[in-house]
């Protein structure tokens, strides 16, 4: 199996997007979809999640799946399964990825915590609505 972080490795190749095209990561298990612990299965969508997506596509903004579930042993085996979520859920396929890279424009995870840059600060934006500018 190659390693995942060399930059030659067919993997890596396989989940790089367009480097010249911001992108919105977004978290797959527990943010766009129920998670309750691991199975090979993807829970049903987190509605409101599910709507921001939706939203943003509509919007043309590149929007991709950043998941652990396709990194090394079974990147494909999971993939397919994601890939048939998607189309199950918005209709179409989304770019699929574990590696972050500099053009990602956003992250939208449940286990992140934001920091300030260059600081080390802990931010944190409360959003009692569940409604945000983006959406």
Not at 37 to 58: F, H, T
Not at 59 to 85: E, H, L, Y
Request: hydrophobic residues 40%.
């Amino acid at each position: 199996m190659a390693d995942v972080l060399d930059p030659t490795s067919d993997f890596l190749a396989a989940n790089i997007l367009d480097p010249e095209k911001k992108y919105i990561a977004v978290d797959l298990d527990g943010t766009l979809a129920f998670y309750f612990g691991w199975s090979d299965d993807i829970g049903e969508p987190v509605p409101l999640m599910l709507n921001r997506v939706k939203a943003w596509l509509l919007q043309g903004r590149p929007v991709c799946i950043f998941t652990a579930r396709v990194c090394p042993p079974n990147p494909d085996k999971f993939r397919s399964i994601i890939n048939a979520w998607c189309w199950k859920n918005l209709g179409q396929e989304l770019p699929i990825t574990c590696i972050k890279q500099h053009c990602m424009e956003e992250f939208w995870d449940d286990r992140g915590i934001c920091v300030l840059p260059n600081t080390g600060t802990r931010s944190c934006i409360e959003d009692d609505e569940g409604e945000d500018e983006d959406s």
